[in-house]
Protein backbone atom coordinates (compact mmCIF):
# COMPACT_ATOMS: atom_id res chain seq x y z
CA UNK A 1 0.00 0.00 0.00
CA UNK A 2 1.18 3.66 -0.90
CA UNK A 3 2.06 6.25 1.69
CA UNK A 4 0.41 8.60 -0.14
CA UNK A 5 -2.07 9.06 -2.82
CA UNK A 6 -3.18 12.47 -5.32
CA UNK A 7 -7.06 11.11 -4.17
CA UNK A 8 -6.19 11.44 -0.35
CA UNK A 9 -7.04 14.99 0.23
CA UNK A 10 -10.18 14.22 -1.47
CA UNK A 11 -10.99 11.27 0.55
CA UNK A 12 -9.82 12.65 4.01
CA UNK A 13 -12.08 15.95 3.04
CA UNK A 14 -15.28 13.40 2.88
CA UNK A 15 -14.43 10.93 5.13
CA UNK A 16 -12.89 12.58 8.32
CA UNK A 17 -16.55 14.80 8.80
CA UNK A 18 -18.71 11.79 7.74
CA UNK A 19 -17.00 9.50 10.37
CA UNK A 20 -19.02 11.79 13.32
CA UNK A 21 -22.20 11.35 10.82
CA UNK A 22 -22.12 7.99 10.54
CA UNK A 23 -21.85 6.96 14.51
CA UNK A 24 -24.08 9.40 15.96
CA UNK A 25 -26.85 7.47 16.19
CA UNK A 26 -25.18 4.12 17.39
CA UNK A 27 -23.04 6.72 19.82
CA UNK A 28 -26.64 6.94 21.12
CA UNK A 29 -27.42 3.48 21.80
CA UNK A 30 -23.84 3.10 22.73
CA UNK A 31 -24.63 6.11 25.43
CA UNK A 32 -27.56 4.20 26.65
CA UNK A 33 -26.08 0.77 26.50
CA UNK A 34 -23.28 2.75 28.88
CA UNK A 35 -25.75 4.08 31.49
CA UNK A 36 -27.94 1.22 31.20
CA UNK A 37 -25.91 -1.34 31.46
CA UNK A 38 -25.07 0.18 35.37
CA UNK A 39 -29.08 0.04 36.27
CA UNK A 40 -29.10 -4.01 35.61
CA UNK A 41 -28.73 -6.95 33.59
CA UNK A 42 -32.61 -7.13 33.27
CA UNK A 43 -32.89 -3.22 31.41
CA UNK A 44 -29.54 -4.12 29.60
CA UNK A 45 -31.29 -7.20 27.61
CA UNK A 46 -34.73 -5.13 27.51
CA UNK A 47 -32.20 -2.48 26.00
CA UNK A 48 -31.13 -4.94 23.58
CA UNK A 49 -34.18 -6.38 22.53
CA UNK A 50 -35.46 -2.58 21.60
CA UNK A 51 -32.78 -1.38 19.67
CA UNK A 52 -32.72 -4.40 17.64
CA UNK A 53 -36.02 -3.34 16.42
CA UNK A 54 -35.25 0.42 16.29
CA UNK A 55 -31.87 -0.04 14.57
CA UNK A 56 -33.25 -2.40 12.31
CA UNK A 57 -36.09 -0.34 10.61
CA UNK A 58 -33.29 2.37 10.62
CA UNK A 59 -30.84 0.16 8.36
CA UNK A 60 -33.63 -0.75 6.56
CA UNK A 61 -34.79 2.70 5.00
CA UNK A 62 -30.78 3.51 4.56
CA UNK A 63 -31.69 3.46 0.92
CA UNK A 64 -32.86 7.21 1.53
CA UNK A 65 -29.43 8.10 2.31
CA UNK A 66 -27.80 5.68 -0.14
CA UNK A 67 -30.33 6.38 -2.47
CA UNK A 68 -29.53 9.92 -2.69
CA UNK A 69 -26.08 10.47 -2.10
CA UNK A 70 -24.65 8.83 -5.86
CA UNK A 71 -27.47 10.06 -7.66
CA UNK A 72 -27.03 13.69 -6.34
CA UNK A 73 -23.24 13.83 -7.48
CA UNK A 74 -23.76 12.36 -10.27
CA UNK A 75 -26.51 14.83 -11.44
CA UNK A 76 -24.48 17.85 -10.09
CA UNK A 77 -21.55 17.05 -11.61
CA UNK A 78 -23.58 16.86 -14.88
CA UNK A 79 -24.96 20.22 -14.60
CA UNK A 80 -28.46 19.06 -13.58
CA UNK A 81 -28.43 21.29 -10.35
CA UNK A 82 -32.64 21.26 -10.38
CA UNK A 83 -32.65 17.87 -10.41
CA UNK A 84 -30.37 16.96 -7.90
CA UNK A 85 -32.27 19.83 -5.78
CA UNK A 86 -35.54 18.32 -6.66
CA UNK A 87 -34.51 14.51 -5.47
CA UNK A 88 -33.16 15.96 -2.39
CA UNK A 89 -36.16 17.39 -1.14
CA UNK A 90 -38.43 14.85 -2.39
CA UNK A 91 -36.26 11.86 -0.39
CA UNK A 92 -37.32 13.95 2.75
CA UNK A 93 -40.81 14.08 1.66
CA UNK A 94 -40.57 10.29 1.46
CA UNK A 95 -38.38 9.87 4.57
CA UNK A 96 -41.16 11.71 6.49
CA UNK A 97 -44.40 9.50 4.97
CA UNK A 98 -41.95 6.72 5.63
CA UNK A 99 -40.68 6.90 9.48
CA UNK A 100 -44.40 8.01 10.69
CA UNK A 101 -45.93 5.13 8.58
CA UNK A 102 -43.02 3.01 10.80
CA UNK A 103 -43.95 4.55 14.01
CA UNK A 104 -47.89 3.51 13.27
CA UNK A 105 -46.63 0.15 12.11
CA UNK A 106 -44.57 -0.54 15.85
CA UNK A 107 -46.79 0.67 17.79
CA UNK A 108 -49.28 -2.36 16.60
CA UNK A 109 -46.77 -5.05 16.04
CA UNK A 110 -44.41 -3.77 18.71
CA UNK A 111 -45.13 -5.91 21.85
CA UNK A 112 -45.67 -9.20 19.83
CA UNK A 113 -41.95 -9.01 18.95
CA UNK A 114 -40.47 -8.43 21.37
CA UNK A 115 -42.25 -11.04 23.04
CA UNK A 116 -41.04 -13.71 20.36
CA UNK A 117 -37.21 -12.35 21.73
CA UNK A 118 -38.14 -13.27 25.19
CA UNK A 119 -40.27 -14.38 27.61
CA UNK A 120 -38.46 -12.58 31.20
CA UNK A 121 -41.27 -10.11 32.72
CA UNK A 122 -38.51 -7.75 33.99
CA UNK A 123 -36.63 -7.69 30.04
CA UNK A 124 -40.01 -7.12 28.30
CA UNK A 125 -41.13 -4.57 31.19
CA UNK A 126 -37.86 -2.11 30.15
CA UNK A 127 -37.99 -3.03 26.17
CA UNK A 128 -41.69 -2.28 26.24
CA UNK A 129 -40.62 1.49 27.73
CA UNK A 130 -37.50 1.80 26.08
CA UNK A 131 -39.23 1.08 22.34
CA UNK A 132 -42.64 3.03 22.44
CA UNK A 133 -40.93 6.01 23.77
CA UNK A 134 -38.10 6.18 21.40
CA UNK A 135 -40.87 5.96 18.79
CA UNK A 136 -41.26 9.31 19.12
CA UNK A 137 -38.28 10.12 17.52
CA UNK A 138 -37.82 7.99 14.68
CA UNK A 139 -39.67 10.33 12.06
CA UNK A 140 -36.92 12.89 12.66
CA UNK A 141 -33.90 10.13 12.80
CA UNK A 142 -35.16 9.32 9.08
CA UNK A 143 -35.61 12.20 7.63
CA UNK A 144 -32.37 13.44 9.06
CA UNK A 145 -31.07 10.29 7.76
CA UNK A 146 -32.29 11.58 4.02
CA UNK A 147 -31.10 15.00 4.59
CA UNK A 148 -27.50 13.61 4.86
CA UNK A 149 -27.44 11.97 2.09
CA UNK A 150 -28.19 15.27 0.20
CA UNK A 151 -25.55 16.89 1.74
CA UNK A 152 -22.44 14.15 0.94
CA UNK A 153 -24.13 14.12 -2.36
CA UNK A 154 -23.59 17.95 -2.62
CA UNK A 155 -19.80 16.72 -1.15
CA UNK A 156 -20.79 18.67 1.88
CA UNK A 157 -19.75 16.37 5.28
CA UNK A 158 -19.74 19.64 7.34
CA UNK A 159 -22.86 20.26 8.37
CA UNK A 160 -23.70 16.79 9.15
CA UNK A 161 -20.80 16.46 11.44
CA UNK A 162 -21.49 19.37 13.16
CA UNK A 163 -25.37 18.54 13.81
CA UNK A 164 -23.95 14.45 14.75
CA UNK A 165 -21.34 15.85 17.01
CA UNK A 166 -23.89 18.48 18.92
CA UNK A 167 -26.50 15.88 18.88
CA UNK A 168 -23.98 13.41 20.34
CA UNK A 169 -22.68 15.57 23.38
CA UNK A 170 -26.27 16.50 24.55
CA UNK A 171 -27.32 12.94 24.22
CA UNK A 172 -24.63 12.31 26.71
CA UNK A 173 -25.15 15.34 29.02
CA UNK A 174 -29.20 14.64 28.84
CA UNK A 175 -28.15 10.75 30.13
CA UNK A 176 -25.85 12.06 32.62
CA UNK A 177 -28.60 13.94 33.98
CA UNK A 178 -31.58 12.20 33.98
CA UNK A 179 -30.05 8.64 35.10
CA UNK A 180 -26.88 9.44 36.85
CA UNK A 181 -27.75 12.46 38.41
CA UNK A 182 -31.78 12.34 39.03
CA UNK A 183 -31.55 8.43 38.88
CA UNK A 184 -34.43 8.13 36.36
CA UNK A 185 -34.80 4.44 34.92
CA UNK A 186 -34.34 3.12 31.18
CA UNK A 187 -37.44 5.44 29.88
CA UNK A 188 -34.99 8.51 30.60
CA UNK A 189 -32.52 6.57 28.37
CA UNK A 190 -35.20 6.71 25.43
CA UNK A 191 -36.49 10.06 26.31
CA UNK A 192 -32.99 11.76 26.06
CA UNK A 193 -32.34 10.28 22.70
CA UNK A 194 -35.59 11.33 21.41
CA UNK A 195 -35.23 15.06 22.46
CA UNK A 196 -32.05 15.32 20.29
CA UNK A 197 -33.57 13.96 17.46
CA UNK A 198 -36.18 15.63 17.12
CA UNK A 199 -34.33 18.72 17.87
CA UNK A 200 -31.75 17.82 14.73
CA UNK A 201 -34.28 16.16 12.89
CA UNK A 202 -35.88 19.93 12.21
CA UNK A 203 -32.36 21.52 11.60
CA UNK A 204 -31.49 19.21 8.54
CA UNK A 205 -34.69 19.50 7.05
CA UNK A 206 -34.84 23.64 7.30
CA UNK A 207 -31.28 23.41 5.91
CA UNK A 208 -32.09 21.27 2.62
CA UNK A 209 -35.18 22.54 2.20
CA UNK A 210 -33.58 25.77 1.92
CA UNK A 211 -31.21 25.00 -0.65
CA UNK A 212 -32.95 22.30 -2.33
CA UNK A 213 -36.00 25.68 -2.86
CA UNK A 214 -33.13 28.29 -3.66
CA UNK A 215 -32.31 25.94 -6.71
CA UNK A 216 -36.06 25.69 -8.36
CA UNK A 217 -37.46 22.44 -6.24
CA UNK A 218 -41.21 22.18 -6.40
CA UNK A 219 -41.54 23.30 -1.82
CA UNK A 220 -44.60 20.18 -1.85
CA UNK A 221 -44.36 16.52 -1.75
CA UNK A 222 -45.05 14.92 -5.29
CA UNK A 223 -46.34 11.18 -4.79
CA UNK A 224 -45.19 10.06 -8.42
CA UNK A 225 -41.33 11.90 -7.59
CA UNK A 226 -41.81 9.76 -4.09
CA UNK A 227 -42.69 7.18 -5.72
CA UNK A 228 -39.90 6.82 -8.22
CA UNK A 229 -37.37 7.55 -5.04
CA UNK A 230 -39.23 4.68 -3.48
CA UNK A 231 -38.90 1.95 -6.98
CA UNK A 232 -35.32 3.26 -7.72
CA UNK A 233 -34.47 2.39 -4.11
CA UNK A 234 -35.89 -0.80 -4.24
CA UNK A 235 -32.45 -2.94 -4.19
CA UNK A 236 -31.21 -0.82 -1.85
CA UNK A 237 -34.23 -1.64 0.57
CA UNK A 238 -33.83 -5.30 -0.51
CA UNK A 239 -30.27 -5.08 0.88
CA UNK A 240 -31.18 -3.30 3.75
CA UNK A 241 -33.68 -5.74 5.06
CA UNK A 242 -31.70 -8.69 4.55
CA UNK A 243 -28.23 -6.73 5.98
CA UNK A 244 -30.17 -5.96 9.38
CA UNK A 245 -32.55 -9.07 9.58
CA UNK A 246 -29.08 -10.69 9.92
CA UNK A 247 -28.34 -8.74 12.74
CA UNK A 248 -32.00 -9.36 14.26
CA UNK A 249 -31.62 -13.18 13.85
CA UNK A 250 -28.26 -12.90 15.73
CA UNK A 251 -30.19 -10.81 18.40
CA UNK A 252 -32.65 -13.72 18.45
CA UNK A 253 -30.82 -16.35 18.51
CA UNK A 254 -28.34 -15.12 21.51
CA UNK A 255 -32.00 -14.26 23.50
CA UNK A 256 -32.94 -18.03 23.01
CA UNK A 257 -28.84 -18.90 24.65
CA UNK A 258 -29.74 -16.31 27.74
CA UNK A 259 -30.29 -13.18 29.35
CA UNK A 260 -26.52 -13.08 30.06
CA UNK A 261 -25.45 -13.79 26.59
CA UNK A 262 -28.15 -11.20 24.83
CA UNK A 263 -26.89 -8.69 27.45
CA UNK A 264 -23.21 -9.51 26.26
CA UNK A 265 -24.34 -10.16 22.33
CA UNK A 266 -26.08 -6.53 22.76
CA UNK A 267 -22.48 -4.50 24.08
CA UNK A 268 -20.75 -6.51 21.56
CA UNK A 269 -23.25 -5.66 18.77
CA UNK A 270 -23.38 -2.18 19.63
CA UNK A 271 -19.20 -2.02 19.70
CA UNK A 272 -18.87 -3.83 16.42
CA UNK A 273 -22.01 -1.57 14.69
CA UNK A 274 -19.50 1.77 15.70
CA UNK A 275 -16.56 0.36 14.57
CA UNK A 276 -17.90 -0.83 11.05
CA UNK A 277 -19.85 2.64 10.25
CA UNK A 278 -16.72 4.39 11.25
CA UNK A 279 -15.22 2.27 8.32
CA UNK A 280 -18.19 3.02 6.11
CA UNK A 281 -17.03 7.05 6.33
CA UNK A 282 -15.09 5.91 3.48
CA UNK A 283 -17.83 4.13 1.99
CA UNK A 284 -19.15 7.73 2.30
CA UNK A 285 -16.01 9.04 0.59
CA UNK A 286 -16.71 6.08 -1.87
CA UNK A 287 -19.98 7.06 -2.46
CA UNK A 288 -19.44 10.87 -3.43
CA UNK A 289 -16.18 10.43 -5.29
CA UNK A 290 -17.63 7.66 -7.50
CA UNK A 291 -20.64 9.72 -7.95
CA UNK A 292 -18.62 12.87 -8.96
CA UNK A 293 -16.13 10.70 -11.16
CA UNK A 294 -18.97 8.70 -13.45
CA UNK A 295 -20.97 12.13 -13.50
CA UNK A 296 -18.10 13.40 -15.30
CA UNK A 297 -17.69 10.48 -17.77
CA UNK A 298 -14.26 9.09 -16.21
CA UNK A 299 -13.87 5.79 -15.74
CA UNK A 300 -10.19 6.01 -15.55
CA UNK A 301 -10.09 8.42 -12.30
CA UNK A 302 -12.86 6.52 -10.55
CA UNK A 303 -11.06 3.28 -10.24
CA UNK A 304 -8.22 4.80 -9.11
CA UNK A 305 -9.86 6.76 -7.14
CA UNK A 306 -11.47 3.94 -5.63
CA UNK A 307 -8.95 1.11 -5.76
CA UNK A 308 -6.99 3.99 -2.67
CA UNK A 309 -10.05 3.68 -0.52
CA UNK A 310 -10.00 0.42 -0.21
CA UNK A 311 -6.26 0.36 0.63
CA UNK A 312 -7.28 2.73 3.24
CA UNK A 313 -10.44 1.29 4.78
CA UNK A 314 -8.26 -1.91 4.83
CA UNK A 315 -5.74 -0.11 7.15
CA UNK A 316 -8.17 1.67 9.31
CA UNK A 317 -10.19 -1.53 9.61
CA UNK A 318 -6.34 -3.43 11.01
CA UNK A 319 -5.54 -0.63 13.51
CA UNK A 320 -9.14 -0.96 14.85
CA UNK A 321 -8.94 -4.50 15.20
CA UNK A 322 -5.25 -4.24 17.09
CA UNK A 323 -6.66 -1.68 19.60
CA UNK A 324 -10.12 -3.82 20.39
CA UNK A 325 -8.16 -6.76 20.57
CA UNK A 326 -5.54 -5.15 23.21
CA UNK A 327 -8.03 -3.10 25.02
CA UNK A 328 -10.87 -5.95 25.35
CA UNK A 329 -10.94 -6.25 29.08
CA UNK A 330 -11.51 -2.57 30.18
CA UNK A 331 -13.61 -2.06 27.13
CA UNK A 332 -16.08 -4.84 28.27
CA UNK A 333 -16.34 -3.18 31.89
CA UNK A 334 -16.62 0.06 30.84
CA UNK A 335 -20.81 -1.26 29.41
CA UNK A 336 -21.84 -3.73 32.64
CA UNK A 337 -20.89 -4.30 36.30
CA UNK A 338 -22.33 -7.52 35.76
CA UNK A 339 -18.79 -10.06 35.96
CA UNK A 340 -20.55 -12.57 33.80
CA UNK A 341 -21.33 -10.70 31.13
CA UNK A 342 -17.86 -8.63 31.37
CA UNK A 343 -16.48 -12.16 30.72
CA UNK A 344 -18.63 -13.16 27.85
CA UNK A 345 -18.30 -9.48 26.46
CA UNK A 346 -14.38 -10.22 26.34
CA UNK A 347 -14.20 -13.28 24.73
CA UNK A 348 -17.09 -11.96 22.08
CA UNK A 349 -14.49 -8.72 21.21
CA UNK A 350 -12.13 -11.15 20.39
CA UNK A 351 -14.23 -12.21 17.10
CA UNK A 352 -15.03 -8.78 16.75
CA UNK A 353 -11.66 -8.03 16.96
CA UNK A 354 -10.09 -10.32 14.11
CA UNK A 355 -13.11 -8.92 11.77
CA UNK A 356 -12.24 -5.24 11.05
CA UNK A 357 -9.89 -5.65 8.60
CA UNK A 358 -12.09 -7.86 6.27
CA UNK A 359 -14.75 -5.11 7.15
CA UNK A 360 -12.89 -2.35 6.16
CA UNK A 361 -12.80 -3.69 2.67
CA UNK A 362 -16.64 -4.77 2.39
CA UNK A 363 -17.72 -1.23 3.35
CA UNK A 364 -15.31 0.75 1.69
CA UNK A 365 -16.77 -1.80 -1.78
CA UNK A 366 -20.09 -1.40 -0.53
CA UNK A 367 -20.09 2.81 -0.89
CA UNK A 368 -18.09 2.55 -4.32
CA UNK A 369 -21.22 0.07 -5.74
CA UNK A 370 -23.26 2.39 -4.12
CA UNK A 371 -21.76 5.62 -5.54
CA UNK A 372 -22.06 4.09 -8.92
CA UNK A 373 -25.86 3.01 -8.85
CA UNK A 374 -24.91 -0.34 -8.76
CA UNK A 375 -28.10 -1.25 -6.71
CA UNK A 376 -29.38 -4.72 -8.41
CA UNK A 377 -25.57 -7.06 -7.85
CA UNK A 378 -25.91 -4.81 -4.23
CA UNK A 379 -29.08 -6.66 -3.23
CA UNK A 380 -28.46 -10.31 -5.26
CA UNK A 381 -25.22 -10.82 -3.27
CA UNK A 382 -26.52 -9.78 -0.09
CA UNK A 383 -30.01 -11.94 -0.27
CA UNK A 384 -27.55 -14.73 -0.90
CA UNK A 385 -25.17 -13.93 2.02
CA UNK A 386 -27.92 -13.41 4.27
CA UNK A 387 -29.13 -17.07 3.08
CA UNK A 388 -25.82 -18.69 4.08
CA UNK A 389 -26.00 -16.65 7.58
CA UNK A 390 -29.61 -17.97 8.35
CA UNK A 391 -28.48 -21.57 8.05
CA UNK A 392 -25.58 -21.00 10.08
CA UNK A 393 -27.58 -19.29 12.58
CA UNK A 394 -30.18 -22.13 12.39
CA UNK A 395 -27.39 -24.94 12.92
CA UNK A 396 -26.08 -22.86 15.79
CA UNK A 397 -28.95 -22.84 17.79
CA UNK A 398 -29.99 -26.52 16.83
CA UNK A 399 -27.18 -28.07 18.29
CA UNK A 400 -26.81 -25.57 21.16
CA UNK A 401 -23.01 -24.14 20.22
CA UNK A 402 -23.17 -21.13 21.78
CA UNK A 403 -22.50 -17.58 21.75
CA UNK A 404 -18.86 -17.97 20.02
CA UNK A 405 -20.03 -20.06 17.50
CA UNK A 406 -22.60 -17.25 16.91
CA UNK A 407 -20.07 -14.67 16.00
CA UNK A 408 -18.39 -17.50 13.79
CA UNK A 409 -21.56 -17.24 11.95
CA UNK A 410 -20.97 -13.35 11.57
CA UNK A 411 -17.50 -13.40 10.53
CA UNK A 412 -18.42 -15.66 7.91
CA UNK A 413 -21.42 -13.43 6.47
CA UNK A 414 -18.89 -11.08 6.03
CA UNK A 415 -16.18 -12.75 4.68
CA UNK A 416 -19.08 -14.28 1.79
CA UNK A 417 -20.20 -10.27 1.41
CA UNK A 418 -16.38 -9.50 0.80
CA UNK A 419 -16.09 -12.32 -1.83
CA UNK A 420 -18.76 -11.40 -4.15
CA UNK A 421 -18.44 -7.42 -3.49
CA UNK A 422 -14.32 -7.67 -4.54
CA UNK A 423 -15.88 -10.35 -7.70
CA UNK A 424 -17.95 -7.05 -8.33
CA UNK A 425 -15.19 -4.12 -8.28
CA UNK A 426 -12.41 -6.14 -10.31
CA UNK A 427 -14.59 -6.44 -13.47
CA UNK A 428 -15.89 -3.03 -15.38
CA UNK A 429 -19.97 -4.07 -14.98
CA UNK A 430 -20.47 -0.81 -12.33
CA UNK A 431 -18.39 1.91 -13.86
CA UNK A 432 -21.67 3.15 -15.64
CA UNK A 433 -21.53 7.03 -16.32
CA UNK A 434 -23.78 9.26 -16.79
CA UNK A 435 -25.72 10.91 -14.21
CA UNK A 436 -28.92 8.75 -13.85
Known sequence: MKLRSPFDRDIARLAVPALGTL???????????AFVGHLGTSELAGLALATTIVLTLHSVLIFLAYGTTGPVAR????????????RSLQAIW?????????VALLAVVGRPLLHLFSDEPDVLAAAETYLFISLIGFPFL????????????????????????V????????????????GYGVGASALSTVVVQVAIGVVAVWLVAGWSITNGAARWPDRQAMLSLLHSGKALLVRG????????????????IGVIEVAAHQIAIGIWITLTLALDAVAIAGQALTGKWLGLGDTKQARSATKRMIEID??????????????????????????????????????????????????????ILIGAGDFTYLARSMVFAAAVFAALVAAAVKFDAGIGWLWAAISILMAVRLVALVHRWRRDNWLVIGAD
Request: aromatic fraction near 8%; proline fraction near 3%; charge should be negative.
Open 142 to 165: IVTMAANGCFHGRQNTRIPLALAV
Open 94 to 102: LGAVLGIAS
Open 23 to 33: VAEPLYVLADT
Open 241 to 256: ICLRGSFSLATFAAAS
Open 75 to 86: LLSAGRTQEAAD
Open 314 to 367: FAVGAAMGIVVFILREPLAALFTGDAAVTAVVTFLLVHLALQQPMNGVVFALDG
Open 167 to 182: GALSNLILEFVLITLL
